[in-house]
T-cell receptor, first 116, second 109 residues
Framework: GAVVSQHPSWVICKSGTSVKIECRSLDFQATTMFWYRQFPKQSLMLMATSNEGSKATYEQGVEKDKFLINHASLTLSTLTVTSAHPEDSSFYIC????????????FGSGTQLSVL | DAKTTQPTSMDCAEGRAANLPCNHSTISGNEYVYWYRQIHSQGPQYIIHGLKNNETNEMASLIITEDRKSSTLILPHATLRDTAVYYCIVRAIAGKSTFGDGTTLTVKP
């Protein structure tokens, strides 16, 4: 199947710093990518829909100025957690929609963010 | 997007079929049923999807009722490695995917 690469797998940062997470579709072009966060023993919560060449669409309650999403190319979307705080510690997962396979979503392996 | 309802947890004996139900009574005509699974601390893995016909692939079978208000994922011969959280999602083409709570399937020896 199609491959989505997400980096880094884990990151530890100090409170107040910014962290960038990359999501790449390796063998297909993804017009649309999605960003999720997941707390321990909970389901995935959709944060935003990232569309290539346009502004991201954020879900209700997600601060767009805190979670900056850029989708500058058909194979790369980035999520930047700005001025991170301990409550932002979570598992962040991206997914890309593959039009050529019935609009399946392929997921990255996730990024565990720990803010000290 | 339509919501889905799944049992919180299920057990299955190794080698037996695992049947995971999902209710999606408010599904729209243009929404597909997708199944994913997530093993601890990994990204979800695609299993199968369908619109209204039953589907089968190398991993599983998907049975969708005629009124499309519910579906069942069938793992024909469950193994210990099938232990995971299984998510049923309804989604239109180019639509967003909202995850429910899923079913934790535990395959026991």
């Amino acid at each position: 199947g199609a491959v989505v690469s997400q980096h880094p797998s884990w990151v530890i940062c100090k409170s107040g710093t910014s962290v960038k997470i990359e999501c790449r579709s390796l063998d297909f072009q993804a017009t649309t990518m999605f960003w999720y966060r997941q707390f321990p023993k909970q389901s995935l919560m959709l944060m935003a829909t990232s569309n290539e060449g346009s502004k991201a669409t954020y879900e209700q309650g997600v601060e767009k100025d805190k979670f900056l999403i850029n989708h500058a190319s058909l194979t790369l979307s980035t999520l930047t957690v700005t001025s991170a705080h301990p409550e932002d510690s979570s598992f962040y997962i991206c997914s890309a929609s593959h039009t050529g396979s019935g609009e399946k979503l392929f997921f990255g392996s996730g990024t565990q963010l720990s803010v000290l | 997007d339509a919501k889905t309802t799944q049992p919180t947890s299920m057990d299955c004996a190794e080698g037996r079929a695992a049947n995971l139900p999902c209710n999606h009574s408010t599904i729209s005509g243009n929404e597909y049923v997708y199944w994913y699974r997530q093993i601890h601390s990994q990204g979800p893995q695609y299993i199968i999807h369908g619109l209204k016909n039953n589907e089968t692939n190398e991993m599983a079978s998907l049975i969708i009722t005629e009124d499309r208000k519910s579906s069942t994922l069938i793992l024909p011969h469950a193994t210990l490695r099938d232990t995971a959280v299984y998510y049923c999602i309804v989604r239109a083409i180019a639509g967003k995917s909202t995850f429910g709570d899923g079913t934790t399937l535990t395959v026991k020896p």
